[in-house]
Every structure is written in C-alpha cells, then in structure tokens.
C-alpha cells in the first residue's frame, strides 16, 4: 500500500499537516489501482493504448489548429470557435500542468512499491495527469462547438474513457487523472470566455 511519503513534495516527504488527508488520498488511489490493473483485459487495453497515442498534445494542438484554419476559410464557425478555443486552451493546460507537476513531484505507480519496475527511473511527476487533462481540454473545446447536451455529454464520455486508460497502463493514480480532468475543463472554459473575437453561438447551439 502506498503511503504519503510515497507521493512526495517538491522531492521531500509531504507536510505533516497535510499527512492525514493525503494519506487517505493515497490509500483510495492504491485500492482503486490495483482493481482496475489486476486484469484489464483486451478492451481496457486497447482504451489505454488509444489513450497514450490519441490524447497528446503535438496530436491536438495541430489538429485544432487545422480545424481553425478550416473553419476560417469556410467561414463555418462552429469550427473556427472549437478551433481557437482548443489551441489555446491546450497550450494554456499544458504550461499549468507542466508548472504544478514541478512543485507536487508525485511519483507514479509504476515508480512506487511494490509495483516499481526494475531499473525504472523515477520522474516524480504524476500529478496531475497531463493526458486526461488535454483529453478534457479537448473535449471542452469540441463542446464548444455542439449544438445539444446530449452531443456535448458524449465528447466527455469519450474524454472520460481515454483519460481512465491511464490509470489501466500504472502511469496514473485515479486523483491525478481527476485532477487532470478539472484542470483541462476549467482552463479551457476560462479560455473561451477570454478569447477576443469568438462567433457567438447559434441558435440551440449548447
């Protein structure tokens, strides 16, 4: 079982103020780990695989960038807004994970006992998941650009689905990918409503 000082701060044990919850924290994210990693099967394998590959961002980043640039030429603005908002809402989600990894260091399953590898070098940086975050940023954005709840539940779904992969592959604790989730909705709505010269929506647009 993982404890605290499993998680680290800034490279030293965690304060002991925040031990207590922490530790919980810990222990919920081991037990959630080893049920979905005991036997993941092929379907959960394939998501996890599809997640490491799908939910990057030099994928995304260009991508939303060409679908700006479409929507600009074809002056559609459904995707000249999922477009715009998805650029820089990954941009900004990646310097903000970038900058927290960097101060919580929390180390990853697979660098924790009694599941580290061999040999494997310890990064100390899994908090929060960089993936699940650009998978919702980019769901956010695509959302952006639905017309119904119901359309812009299913790209949630879908982000939810490929971030969880993450948890199926030991790169992640179920709270850093959470945490991941949050992070790349909240930066990514900040963004749309700070981006200066978005069309506004359409009629029945959600």
């Given amino acids: ?93 990646a310097t903000a994970s970038r900058t927290i990894k960097a101060h919580i260091r929390r180390r990853r399953p697979d660098e924790c006992e009694p599941r580290r590898k061999p040999g494997h070098r310890i990064s100390a940086r899994s908090f929060p998941s960089g993936h699940a975050a650009s998978a919702f940023a980019a769901a956010t954005a695509v959302a952006s650009a639905t017309r119904t709840p119901g359309e812009a539940a299913l790209v949630y779904a879908c982000a939810a689905v490929l971030a969880s992969g993450r948890v199926v592959r030991h790169r992640h604790w179920a709270s850093d990918v959470l945490a991941g989730a949050l992070l790349g909705t909240g930066v990514t709505l900040l963004t749309r409503a700070l981006l200066p010269g978005l069309p506004k929506r359409a009629p029945g647009e959600g």
């Fill in 1 to 93: 079982m993982m404890t605290s000082d499993a998680m680290g701060f800034n490279g030293t044990p965690v304060p002991d103020v925040l031990r207590p919850t922490l530790s919980r924290i810990d222990e919920l994210d081991a037990r959630v780990h080893d049920v979905c990693t005991c036997d993941p099967g092929p379907i959960s394998a394939a998501v996890a695989t599809a997640g490491r590959y799908v939910i990057k961002r030099h994928i995304l980043i260009p991508g939303f960038a060409a679908a700006w640039c479409a929507g600009m030429a074809a002056g559609h603005d459904g995707l000249r807004r999922a477009g715009a908002v998805g650029m820089v809402g990954l941009l900004a989600t």
